[in-house]
């Protein structure tokens, strides 16, 4: 067994999750004016992200959160991390952002791992390559995001293994994610170095059910059963200009 097989990795879009929690009383208490004041700004900014995606430089989503961990996500892909953190201190000159406090955030980058790669080939020139390095957020109805570990137990450690075994249990998950084709689309996020977990999984799909049922059928598989080590789950709806709106009246 080897014990320096580290995988070539390929990368994208860097990424930012951006999760908020409103303070309803601060909120209630602005005037009616100063809220759409603070409305219209942060419209603003979400035309200038919509106008980045047009342009193909990068992509944005906003979900609306369940749950009491947070109660927004903005989430956020691009070309660098100047950009997210452009972004991060644009938002947080907002007035808007004065109402909201900031429970948890992630960073990563879009990650492919290649164990499923055509020898030979030059990844990055492959069209389904790039639009997996570089996707444009689905807007689905629903996002889960968490944060996740391969294990490094004794017993059990993933960076232990050889590159055929890691691979096969790849092969054997990729095969459970491709049943799912079309209904849940998986952005996943590398993170060693950036943030506190080893990726970032976000999921979209029009119907929740489909993050419980992939989760769940992805448990009894050796590579989650075995190594899977997961953090925090967040589970939203997603947002446009309007339903935002509507969600900020009072
Ligand atoms: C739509 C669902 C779907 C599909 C098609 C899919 C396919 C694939 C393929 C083909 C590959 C390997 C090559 C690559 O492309 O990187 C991966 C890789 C990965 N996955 Fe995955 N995955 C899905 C979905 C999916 C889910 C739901 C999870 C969370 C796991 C769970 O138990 O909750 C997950 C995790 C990961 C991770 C952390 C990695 C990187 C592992 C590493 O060690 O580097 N993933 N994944």
Redesign the pocket.
């Known amino acids: 067994m080897s014990t320096n097989e580290a995988?070539l990795t390929l990368e994208g879009w860097y990424t930012y999750h951006n999760f908020r929690t409103i303070n309803w009383e601060k909120w209630r208490a602005a005037s009616a004016q100063e809220r759409q004041e603070a409305l219209d700004e942060l419209n603003g900014l979400i035309r200038t992200w919509d106008a980045n995606e047009a342009e193909g430089k990068g992509s944005t989503a906003v979900y609306s959160i369940l749950g009491h961990k947070a109660d927004l996500v903005f989430m956020f892909l691009r070309e660098t991390m100047q950009e997210l953190d452009e972004i991060k201190t644009a938002f947080n000159k907002t007035r808007f952002a004065a109402y909201t406090e900031a429970p948890y955030s992630y960073v990563s980058v879009v990650?492919?791992?290649?164990?499923?790669h055509n020898p030979g080939e030059d990844p990055k020139a492959n069209p389904h390559v790039r639009d997996r390095l570089y996707p444009v957020l689905p807007k689905w109805e629903h996002i889960c995001f968490y944060p996740?570990n391969?294990k490094r137990d004794l017993q059990d450690n993933w960076y232990m293994l050889s590159m055929q075994e890691?691979q096969e249990m790849?092969r054997s998950?990729?095969l459970i994610?491709?049943s799912?084709?079309g209904r849940?689309?998986?952005i996943?996020g590398g993170s060693v170095g950036f943030d506190d977990w080893e990726?970032g999984?976000t999921?979209f799909a029009n119907d929740p059910l489909e993050f419980k049922h992939?989760?769940y059928e992805?448990?009894f598989d050796e590579v989650?059963a075995r190594f899977?080590e997961f953090g925090n789950f967040l589970v939203g709806n997603v947002l446009n200009v309007e339903t935002l709106a509507k969600k900020l009246e009072v």
Do not use: D, F, P, T
């Open positions: 995988l990650e492919l791992s290649n164990y499923v996740m391969k890691r790849m998950h990729g994610g491709r799912y084709a849940v689309k998986q996943i990726w999984v999921l992939i989760v992805m448990r989650s899977g």
